[in-house]
């Protein structure tokens, strides 16, 4: 059973950082892509960043562009977003995400994947 546990988020103030970690079991994870979308309260979730099998591409929206970095590690099968320069506007929690399908490189679209983790919260203050 695919299984996607996210932690790292917490509270921070404007300007700070955070790391946050998406382990992942059940399966062999490096060749499918992975991706991570957020949602604040009362809007729907938005793409955040994604990565491609095997870690040759990368994506991210254009608000986190400079200073969200995810990144990939096979051998523990964990997937890391680094945040960096944090502002109130990132408050949300935050998933990561799979699919089941090796035919997807990269995907910047919530429908491309399958599998989520319960989340993280994110808070930002100013």
């Known amino acids: 059973q695919v299984q996607l546990v996210e932690s790292g988020g917490g509270l921070v103030q404007a300007g700070g950082s955070l790391r946050l970690s998406c382990a992942a079991s059940g399966r062999t994870f490096s060749n499918y892509a992975m991706g991570w979308f957020r949602q604040a309260p009362g809007k729907e979730r938005e793409f955040v960043a994604a990565i491609s099998r095997l870690a040759g591409r990368t994506s991210y929206a254009d608000s986190v562009k400079g200073r969200f970095t995810i990144s990939r590690d096979h051998a523990q099968d964990k997937v890391y977003l680094q945040m960096n320069i944090l502002k109130p506007e990132d408050t949300a929690v935050y998933y990561c995400?799979?699919?089941?399908?090796?035919?997807?490189?990269?995907?910047?679209?919530?429908?491309?994947?399958?599998?989520w983790g319960q989340g993280t919260q994110v808070t930002v203050s100013p």
């Open positions: 995400a799979t699919t089941s399908r090796r035919t997807v490189l990269i995907g910047t679209r919530a429908e491309v994947y399958e599998y």
